[in-house]
């Protein structure tokens, strides 16, 4: 079986405070945190078993993943098995990176997002050349409000041709032809995320070769669909994989939309949809 997983467990907690995140500034407990490892390595345990499937997988984690030991060996460990085809994960890049030396760079990838205000520019661009220097694959991105343009602008000419810089669509923010046509000149790819797509009754690959996972197990066809599909360590969600049309009126998450069978991104992206890479980057016009 061919099977994309995306992973959410407890883990809540980051260390920025952007102010357009719910959980900016969050602290997990000592307790929340050892309940987040062992949900994780319970996880790894388990993908490291599915030897007879092909599985790509994206840690999705409210809070920051990677500033915790256990995030960074997950993706290493995952990194290294045969039948892993992909690991990434979204991350703010506050990290370390001197420890991806140990992943394989042909499997393990980052979706990284950068935040104005909330780590100093050349810092983050550091990080970048970094993983450029380890040849690990990454993709770089923002929230598309006005105050972060000339950040962007500065990050995209700074950045090799080669690496993707996206711009998410702020939620709640509506944009007039001119501003998202400035944002396109950053991001050519930008139009797919500056209106939420109509999905009510459309085919998705979430819930037959996509699914979502919890801390506990419960799998879901996606993160934003609650109903049940049954739990991934009884092995009872298998029976329910199948093809099946949306349940909801609009999509409007990259991490939804992209499986959506009536949009192209499965070719857009080919090769990175989870790490959020084109097959072939566009040219920005606007750098």
């Not at 997990?28 to 994780?40: C, I, M």
């Not at 298998?238 to 192209?264: F, W």
Request: hydrophobic share 35%; aromatic share 10%; charged share 25%.
């Amino acid at each position: 079986m061919d099977l994309t997983v995306l992973y959410r467990g407890p883990l809540s907690s980051c260390d920025f405070d952007c102010p357009y995140c719910p959980f900016a500034k969050r602290r997990d407990s000592r307790e929340q945190l050892r309940a987040d490892r062992a949900a994780l390595e319970r996880f790894t345990g388990w993908a490291a078993a599915q030897t007879g499937d092909r599985l790509r997988i994206l840690f999705t984690p409210w809070g920051e993943g990677l500033v915790r030991s256990w995030y960074r060996r997950a993706l290493v460990e995952l990194s290294r098995l045969p039948h892993v085809e992909r690991v990434a994960i979204q991350t703010n890049l506050s990290c370390r990176t001197e420890w991806l030396a140990e992943a394989d760079p042909e499997s393990v990838a980052l979706w990284c997002t950068y935040h104005p205000g909330q780590t100093p520019y050349e810092r983050f661009l550091g990080k970048c050349r970094e993983l450029a220097r380890q040849n690990v694959r990454y993709s770089v991105g923002v929230v598309g409000l006005p105050e972060h343009r000339e950040d962007a602008r500065r990050l995209r000419a700074a950045l090799p041709p080669h690496v993707y810089l996206w711009v998410n669509a702020a939620e709640g923010h509506t944009y007039t032809d001119a501003e998202a046509e400035g944002w396109t000149e950053l991001d050519p790819l930008f139009p797919y995320s500056r209106h939420p797509h109509r999905s009510a009754g459309l085919p998705c690959r979430t819930g037959e070769s996509v699914i979502s996972v919890d801390g506990e197990g419960t799998v879901r066809r996606c993160h934003f669909v609650r109903a049940e599909l049954g739990n991934l360590y009884d092995g009872s969600y298998r029976a329910a994989l199948r093809p099946r049309a949306c349940p909801l009126a609009v999509c409007d998450c990259h991490i939804g939309y992209v499986h959506l069978e009536t949009l192209p991104l499965y070719d857009v992206f080919a090769g990175g949809v989870l790490e959020r890479i084109p097959a072939a980057v566009p040219p920005a016009t606007g750098a």
